[in-house]
């Protein structure tokens, strides 16, 4: 199951369902749930941010898992130019029933100006001894050796700029529909 979140007011999300879900959004500023309350569910998040000027986004996401063998995956990418900001707060809550959970959540972030300000907040509460839960953050400017590199093979830095902004978001705006 597919469902596009931008545009949704729904905040609140019981998976109650095995098999596969997936969730996108992009640029919003929202406080969003996802509850496992089934074994088997597969939960996959994905949030794109393109902040510029002075955009300035807050998200909170929680991956709340009720009921054993589920697993969820967050993936959040951003890239932020001029004076944007993005705030992601990401939390993974594992109940004491819900065993041999595993859960993933990634915060990726490329900012392209020095005024351009990025926090991750990472919340892990975990009951259980039995699980698998991981909580990474990467925040950095773009890679000037991967730009010399492709302006060395004749590209402009222009056009090199937005291939590496291309490069790092193609696995998350493949979600996009």
Known sequence: MYTHI????IKDYTITTPGKHIFYFENISAELSFTI????????????????????????????????????FALIKSVLKDSAQLQVCGKIHVEKDATETTADF?????????????????????????????????????????????MSRGITLPNAHDLLIEGFLKDIVQYKK
């Open 37 to 72: 309350a089934t074994e088997q569910a597969d939960v996959e998040i994905y949030g794109l941010y393109r902040g510029k000027e002075t955009d300035q986004f807050t998200v909170t996401i929680a991956q709340i898992h009720t009921a054993p063998r589920a697993k969820s």
């Open 106 to 150: 990634k915060n990726k972030n490329i900012l392209l100006s020095p005024s351009a300000h990025m926090i991750s907040m990472p919340q892990l509460e975990i009951a259980p001894h039995d699980v698998h839960c991981t909580h990474t953050s990467q925040t950095t400017p773009l890679d000037y050796d991967q730009l010399e590199y492709l």
């Open 6 to 9: 931008t545009e949704n007011s």
